[in-house]
């Protein structure tokens, strides 16, 4: 069974930084996309940095310039590198990831737990 583990959350003042791991593991044949989203209290869960395979990357708006998605296929491994934290950063941050597994191979979307990132002083 495939499973995705988060980790680095935690509390940080503002303008500081975390950065966060999410580590694929079980019978992986192939990962394709891998994607952080996060939600806050009373919104939606919203998507803020994807990278493809290959190593393409995008981003919300409200985290260019400040956030940087990374990944090591080596490791199953989807960094997120989260710099000038604001309030507004504050949310539960999800793992995503579409990949192939098992016998006969299938594709599956997994999440992760959720780690927490709250930004406050």
């Known amino acids: 069974q495939v499973q995705l583990v988060e980790s680095g959350g935690g509390l940080v003042q503002p303008g500081g930084s975390l950065r966060l791991s999410c580590a694929a593991s079980?019978?992986?044949?192939?990962?394709?996309?891998m994607d952080w989203y996060r939600q806050a209290p009373g919104k939606q869960r919203e998507l803020v940095a994807a990278?493809?395979?290959?190593?393409?990357?995008n981003y919300a708006d409200n985290v260019k310039g400040r956030f940087t998605i990374s990944r090591d296929n080596a490791k199953n491994t989807v960094y997120l590198q989260m710099n000038s934290l604001n309030a507004e950063d504050t949310a539960v941050y999800y793992c995503?990831?579409?990949?192939?597994?098992?016998?006969?191979?299938?594709?599956?979307?997994?999440w992760g737990q959720g780690t927490q990132v709250t930004v406050s002083s």
């Open positions: 079980g019978s992986i044949f192939r990962i394709n996309d």
């Open positions: 990278i493809t395979s290959a190593g393409s990357t």
């Open positions: 995503n990831a579409n990949i192939l597994s098992g016998w006969p191979p299938r594709w599956h979307d997994y």
